[in-house]
């Protein structure tokens, strides 16, 4: 495995690569959602292929600079990581490699990231383009894997793809979660523990949802009662969104869309989404 973090060093390995070139952007502070990820990249690849995980919390997608700042940069267990788990190349570079000074351009995402996240993080998802295109190109790779966790992401990563011609496949892999339920995430390492033990209850309502007999109106209050019963989280949103375009769907009416009900929550400063698909057949 080799570690760089200058661009040309980069474009250096990659000349070297062969085979399939599989990409698993991240941010770093590893878990086994991270893993998941990286052993898809593996599996793409081939023993012949090349599997490169970028590192880099990327300052252009934060809204906030406490989030920024309060990040977790764990550098070394990252590399350990990577080196017992198949990678090839790790890109860890800084901000000032990525962006020069003066930046002035962007992928702007105008569709997808209006609702859900998008909403209340200005800006986030013209940030998330903007580095996975950089990403692409600086790696070359032919694959780019990304975690369904993020759903809002991917399809706004698809879209991107789709619409600028970027000759890239995008794979999306299923969520992991701890043993109670909590979707994997690396901020979960920055919740208190009287949070972190609150916090399976997001998943754990929104699994109610699936199995919800009455009206999607008070399926809605239900799972939003459950989330907030304790007094300790603060949803930022519950939605029930089109999961082909994101748009808020009309829970009054009958519909055989395929549904997302998605959920972001506060805990303290840590913010943690989550998301079920819902069968069409709950809405009444
Ligand atoms: P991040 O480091 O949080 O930017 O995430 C890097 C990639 O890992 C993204 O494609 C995420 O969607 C994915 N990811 C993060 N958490 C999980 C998880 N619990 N399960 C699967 N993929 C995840």
Same mark, same amino acid.
């Given at each position: 495995m080799i570690t760089v973090s200058e661009k040309h060093e980069l474009k250096r390995a990659m000349a070297d690569a062969h085979g399939r070139v599989v990409l698993v952007p991240t941010m770093g502070a590893?878990? =086994? !959602? %991270?893993?998941?990820?990286?052993?898809?990249?593996?599996?793409?690849?081939?023993?012949?292929?090349?599997?490169? $995980?970028? *590192?880099?919390?990327?300052?252009?997608?934060?809204?906030?600079?406490?989030?920024?700042?309060?990040?977790?940069?764990?550098?070394?267990?990252?590399?350990a990581v990577c080196m017992t788990s198949g990678v090839d190349v790790v890109f860890m570079p800084t901000a000032e490699?990525?962006?020069?000074?003066?930046?002035?351009?962007?992928?702007?995402?105008?569709?997808?990231?209006?609702?859900?996240?998008?909403?209340?993080? =200005? !800006? %986030?998802?013209?940030?998330?383009?903007?580095?996975?295109?950089?990403?692409?190109?600086?790696?070359?790779?032919? $694959?780019? *894997?990304?975690?369904e966790k993020d759903f809002q992401q991917l399809a706004a990563i698809r879209r991107m793809v789709r619409d600028l011609d970027v000759p890239v496949e995008i794979i999306g892999c299923p969520t992991s979660r701890e043993e109670d339920g909590l979707a994997m995430s690396s901020r979960n390492v920055r919740l208190k523990p009287e949070h972190r033990a609150d916090a399976p209850r997001i998943y754990r309502a929104l699994r109610e949802a699936l199995a919800w007999r009455g009206s999607t109106a008070a399926m809605l209050e239900h799972v939003r009662g459950e989330i907030e019963t304790s007094g300790l989280a603060r949803i930022d949103y519950l939605t029930c969104v089109d999961a082909q375009n994101l748009e808020p769907v009309d829970t009054s009416l009958t519909t055989t869309k395929d549904l997302l009900l998605a959920v972001a929550v506060h805990y303290g400063p840590v913010r943690l989404i989550d998301h079920v698909r819902l069968p069409p057949r709950l809405l009444s």
């Open positions: 590893l878990h =086994a !959602g %991270h893993l998941s990820l990286i052993q898809r990249a593996r599996m793409e690849a081939g023993t012949d292929g090349t599997v490169v $995980v970028s *590192i880099f919390v990327n300052p252009i997608q934060f809204d906030r600079a406490d989030d920024l700042e309060a990040y977790p940069r764990p550098v070394h267990d990252d590399l490699v990525m962006y020069a000074e003066n930046h002035s351009t962007v992928v702007g995402e105008s569709a997808l990231s209006r609702h859900l996240c998008g909403e209340s993080r =200005a !800006g %986030h998802f013209d940030g998330v383009c903007t580095v996975c295109l950089k990403l692409f190109l600086l790696s070359g790779c032919e $694959v780019a *894997i990304f975690g």
